[in-house]
């Protein structure tokens, strides 16, 4: 990414802070990042990239200055997004779904019904968002445990194997690529992608 760009590619309807975006919109923390039909975005914050499909809303929270609080990176707060974090703790909020990081990839999707979280690589603590009670742990190296939380508090194992689903390890080698990352799997460029668009 060139100094000064937050904005990788866009394509359709994207804004930032309610405001259309171009490849010149910086996007920082504290902002809401939203796309439309048939829309995508691809973009950095920091050390963290990530790729909005149509949509999708996203927000980021100011910094956290309380030692006590684990900050979080992001809030999915409807739609589909692939993400790269650098390593630390924090977490990922969706309407439904808490997600614990330490520096992962990791696919969202968020309905009111339910969230579809993929930790692609790295580690991941998986909880509903009403009862951190319920609650998961997952250690991936390649895509390995795909889950649905489910916001249906009347179903017993709100936590579910899912599907692997709507990403792939070329995007994902995209994103790391744009923070100066390369996933910890070889990725050849040779291989054909699973997907034919980003939205």
Do not use: W
Not at 173 to 178: K, P, S
């Amino acid at each position: 990414m060139p100094t000064g760009r937050s904005i990788y590619e866009l394509d359709g309807d994207v804004r930032v802070n309610g405001l259309p975006a171009t490849l010149q919109t910086l996007i920082r923390l504290g902002d809401k990042v939203e796309t439309g039909e048939e829309s995508y975005v691809i973009f950095a914050v920091n050390k963290d990239a990530f790729i909005l499909r149509s949509s999708g809303m996203m927000t980021f929270p100011e910094p956290v200055t309380s030692p006590t609080i684990k900050p979080t990176a992001f809030s999915l707060d409807r739609g589909k997004a692939l993400s790269v974090l650098a390593s630390r703790n924090t977490r990922i909020a969706t309407p439904n779904a808490v997600v614990g990081i330490r520096g992962t990839g990791v696919y969202l999707e968020t309905t009111p019904e339910l969230s579809y979280v993929c930790t692609c690589y790295g580690v991941a603590d998986l909880a509903t968002f009403d009862d951190p009670g319920i609650n998961e742990t997952i250690e991936s190296e390649h895509h390995d445990a795909p889950r649905y939380i489910l916001a249906d508090t009347n179903v017993k194992n709100r936590i579910q194997p899912a599907p692997f689903i709507n990403h792939d390890d070329q995007e994902l080698l995209l994103i790391e690529t744009l923070v100066g990352r390369s996933p910890p799997y070889s990725v050849p460029k040779s291989v054909t992608r699973t997907r034919t668009q980003y939205r």
